[in-house]
């Protein structure tokens, strides 16, 4: 969620290629009558491979303000899409968590909003399910409700450790959170500044908060999600070109990828890697090691999510206050 965001003040088939045409016949007569066998027959080229299905906008939910993540609750059938609602640092106290159904209706728009109930909410961000928890990133405090009522559970704060910009979240099967900051910050009229430091956080089952990784080589780290089969978490940079691998103990985090930057959300899909860019309204996918194009013109894409039940990716458009939900092949 990113770029130089005027709301921030406030608060972006394969082609076939060309079939060569047949050979136009050549006078040949001579050639035939003493060495026929050496002119091949005319041949039609075969046909080209028709491009991959693509996949297809299916429904666009207007209404949001500032929608940065989507979260598919697969127990309650829902969609979470967290609202910053004004400036990405402001701690405004004005944001919120809309329930979305898979219909397109809304069931809420403020299901969870800041000042009612109890609530806390400034600039929510990345969100993220354990059990009937529902986890979310807020500046420099990671929050946590309950899933089926928006009933506030807890909240452990990492302003001591210097937190700036709390972005993606993630929780383990261990109950661990994992939590990307991007060390981001904007000026009065909506310039990024990167005072850092790069880091990921995590918050331990006893509450217990320590940093596991740091330094220019996150690339300004905001997407971040398990990968089950490779055993290792998967981070996307918004500085940097890089789709990363990581895992606790490791130096640093090795690059699997690279794509076009601007990264914001990352979901796995199977062992499919996809990831939204920034740079160029797109989501990609990236299982190979090589950036294959899967969703393209989708300018501002955070915070991607997405319903494994329907083979859904879940864009919220930053800039454009919308939801989209787009069928994969």
């Known amino acids: 969620m990113m770029r130089r965001l005027a709301i921030a003040a406030l608060c972006v088939g394969a082609a076939c290629k060309p079939m060569d045409k047949a050979r136009h016949g050549q006078d040949t007569t001579a050639a035939m009558q003493t060495e026929p066998e050496s002119v091949p027959a005319a041949t039609t080229p075969p046909p ?12 666009a939910i207007e209404g949001f303000l500032t929608p940065e993540s989507v979260l598919h609750d697969t127990a309650q059938d829902i969609y979470f899409v ?22 397109g209706a809304v069931e809420n728009l403020k299901f969870i909003e800041g000042g009612r109930g109890g609530a806390v909410l400034n600039a929510p961000k990345g969100l993220a ?16 409700f309950d899933a089926k009522t928006g ?13 700036v910009f709390l972005n993606s979240l993630v929780v383990t099967s261990t109950g661990a959170i994992y939590i990307t900051d991007t060390g981001i ?8 500044l990167h005072p850092g430091p790069d880091r990921i956080f995590r918050i331990g089952p006893d509450r217990k908060v320590t940093v596991v990784a740091r330094g220019d ?34 130096k640093g985090p090795s690059v ?6 601007g990264f914001d959300g990352v979901v796995m899909v199977g062992e499919r890697i996809l990831a939204s860019s920034w740079a160029d309204s797109t989501v990609s996918s990236y299982e190979t ?8 013109g989708v300018p501002g894409p955070a915070g991607i999510g997405y319903d494994a039940k329907r083979n859904r990716v879940l864009i919220p458009m930053f800039m454009g206050n919308r939801v989209e939900i787009w069928q994969l092949p």
């Open 217 to 250: 080589t996150l690339g300004r780290p905001n997407g971040i999600m398990v990968d089950p089969v490779g055993k290792r978490f998967i981070v996307v940079s918004y500085g940097r070109p890089t789709v990363l691998a990581w895992k606790p103990g490791d």
């Open 185 to 192: 910050k904007f000026d009065d009229v909506g310039n990024i």
């Open 82 to 103: 967290s609202n910053i609602n004004g400036g990405a640092t402001a701690k405004d106290g004005n944001g919120f968590i809309s329930r979305l159904r898979p219909d």
């Open 48 to 59: 080209a491979a028709p491009p991959p299905p693509a996949a297809a906008k299916v429904l």
């Open 151 to 163: 009933a506030p559970r807890d909240s452990v704060s990492l302003e001591a450790l210097g937190a």
């Open 129 to 144: 399910l354990a059990g009937d928890t529902l986890w979310v990133a807020d500046i420099d405090v990671v929050r946590a």
């Open 256 to 261: 699997i990828a690279k794509g076009p930057g």
């Open 289 to 296: 090691g090589t950036e294959v194009k899967v969703i393209t």
